[in-house]
């Protein structure tokens, strides 16, 4: 695909080690990859949009192709104001598919232009999630494994600041 967009969006509340991976394989798959921090009206957010962009930036320095905005608009508009003509899901398991079916439909109804396409999370991130790495910082557990060194701290020190 020459000159290829793709839109890679999510809350990223925070960037995971799956995030990651999948972001990863979308540079690999497209010219440009803009990873959009979004607003998901259904979700509390614990970091703040730019805390979100600016730790995504800290784990993604080689890539060279990726780009890392915060938008809260609606995401169809800003695929086609940015000209991507993919967004780009991770999905881990069956209990991902119908909420994220239901997206990419309206996306496509908002925004014929665009392909929502889905990549199969890496099977040692299936079971991770941003609200999982929130919750075992909380408590104060290793989440080392679950999360880039580059953000550990930043994640620990966001979270004990809140207690
Ligand atoms: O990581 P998440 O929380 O599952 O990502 C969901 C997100 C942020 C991509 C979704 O809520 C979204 O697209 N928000 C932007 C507003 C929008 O376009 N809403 C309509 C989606 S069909």
Redesign the pocket.
Known sequence: MKNSIAIC?????PVTNGHLDIITRAANMFDKVIV?V??????KHCFTPDERVEMIKKCIPDLLNVEVVH????????AADCGATAII?GLRAMSDFE??F??AL??KK?NPNVETLFLTTDAQNMYLS?SMVRQIASMNGDISSFVPEAIRQDIIDRINSKK
């Open positions: 969006p999510g809350s990223f509340d959009v979004a607003y998901n009206a259904n979700k938008f809260d608009g609606l995401l169809a508009s800003y899901k909420y994220e239901q997206m309206t996306n908002l941003s």
